[in-house]
């Protein structure tokens, strides 16, 4: 199989040269393929079948334990111009990148195959989808990228038809951590990684081009790529609000797009469009619509049952990948929180013993298609994408943050996205539990320096008169013994139809320093165990906490010198200066 696009033949031969693979495999993404794919990794233990009875369709890979996570202290984003990188991404000259790149890539195909992946990220009829070309060694990779985005002949057909694509090369090589780095070139529209299979390093559609390199795109045409899930919310009355909501890892993010309606609020549904990017562009009206420019889930699998998720959980159940996951005596897959069975293997292979550590990989995955998901909303393939009603920010924070609040307008709105704190988790590298700043929870997706980010976020404001609202929630506020003062997972849906009613104008709230909380009893509570006391400890602000709020968030800002907006500087003044007379 070769491609009529010149510039695409072109490149693979060069890369093709480069690497010297034992033989080039174009995937054309059909069902027989994967088969095919899968049965051929089995052949060569790179993946295990789990009990076909009881997870039909499903198999176990078990990484390196050396490579279970995002690399961000190995990711490079490489431009001419180092300023354009900001001090929220590492840089590296493009010249010394390749010469690096090149010298690893050098024959690091030799015994393999080259598998040629040709990707669409968003329905493959939108004119807000983007293509791309992935070339790895690695056949999970190619399973992994059926699963994840419109991949195979139709997307050749889209990028022959368009003549533009992002390229992507891809090698496991030795899996050496010495020799294991992620590179970004926006300005040439590609990617390069090297020494790694976990999926954020190794699935170049993901992160790696949905995120850093669409991001740079996205300035550059003029719209939005976002970590954030898309959710729709039905009333009873079948009206149907569509949310675009930015939460760090370990915040809620899946929980919240498949969330289940509490069975006290009878005739609510969700409708799941994507839980991890959209893709947000104006349309001809003005109005904000929203695509998930992916087509599976790759999610963290520790804590998923039919108590937190119930959706995700039925629809891991058959044809699933799973990273890291734990085993048990009867070969069924089991990770934390899971409900029954008890693991007889740890994510190593090894005989599970306590002392070890856990038996599934904090950061074990699940790899699904969508349609496995039964509240797979019926616009997940529209091309026109979906309205948005409002953008949510939210993190984990045992304090400070209330329950939720609105922004006063857009401005303010991109002042509280740029300041989203929380806690780390295990999707990262390094130390979990420590509290980092992580605007619009991009920290590690945005392809170029944040007050740049920043200043495009605040051009829509001059674009359109029909934005959005953006709201801030958090789930996570704690007692003094360390309880959560709100019940989360399902019970959420009652804050979203507050946000909901807020952007219908059917409900007021009260203004505060750092927003619009709120009235009591606002917030349906019937038939929760939550006191009157609780709502108000969870609606309320204190202002001298905000006062060291408002100075770290100064100091952050500070760190991006005089390219950060002029206009984002006024809106943080005017907020301390709403505190201050509060004190």
Known sequence: MTTTLSTLQQWIDAAAELTRPDEIYWCDGTEAEYRRLIDDMQQHGILSALDQTSYPGCYLHLSDPSDV?????????????????????????????????????????????????????????????????????????????????????????????????????????????????????????????????????????????????????????????????????????????????????????????????????????????????????LDEAGRLRAINPESGYFGVVPGTNEKTNKNAADMITHDTIFTNVARTEDNQPWWEGKTGGTPALDWRGREYRPENGPAAHPNSRFTVAATNNPSLSSLADAPEGVPISAIVFGGRRPELAPLVYEALNWRHGVLVGASVASQTTAAQTGAVGVVRRDPMAMKPFCGYNFADYWAHWLSFESRTDRLPKIFHVNWFRQDQAGNFLWPGFGENLRVLRWIIDRCEGRIDARETPIGLLPNAGDIDTSELDISAETMQALTTIDPGQWQTELENIAEYLGEYGDRVPQALLEEHRRVAAEIAKHL
């Open 69 to 281: 996570a995002r690399v961000e202290h190995l990711t490079y984003v490489c431009t001419a111009d180092p300023d354009e990188v900001g001090p929220n991404n590492n840089w590296m000259p493009p010249a010394d990148a390749h010469a690096k790149m090149d010298a690893l890539f050098d024959g690091a195909m030799r015994g393999r195959t080259m598998y040629v992946i040709p990707y669409c990220m968003g329905p493959i009829d939108s004119p807000y989808s983007r293509c791309g070309v992935e070339l790895t060694d690695s056949p999970y990779v190619a399973a992994n990228m059926r699963l994840m985005t419109r991949m195979g002949s139709a997307a050749l057909k889209r990028i022959e038809r368009e003549g533009r694509f992002v390229k992507g090369l891809h090698s496991t090589g030795d899996l050496d951590p010495e020799r294991r780095f992620v590179m970004h070139f926006p300005e040439e529209l590609s990617i390069q990684s090297f020494g790694s299979g976990y999926g954020g390093n190794a699935l170049l559609g993901k992160k790696c081009h949905a995120l850093r390199i669409a991001s740079y795109q996205a300035r550059t045409e003029g719209w939005l790529a976002e970590h954030m899930l898309l959710v729709g919310v039905e009333s009873p009355d079948g009206e149907t609000h569509y949310l675009a909501c930015a939460f760090p890892s370990a915040c809620g993010k899946t929980n919240l797009a498949m969330l289940i309606p509490p069975r006290s609020l009878p005739g609510w549904k969700i409708w799941t469009l994507g839980d991890d990017i959209a893709w947000l562009h």
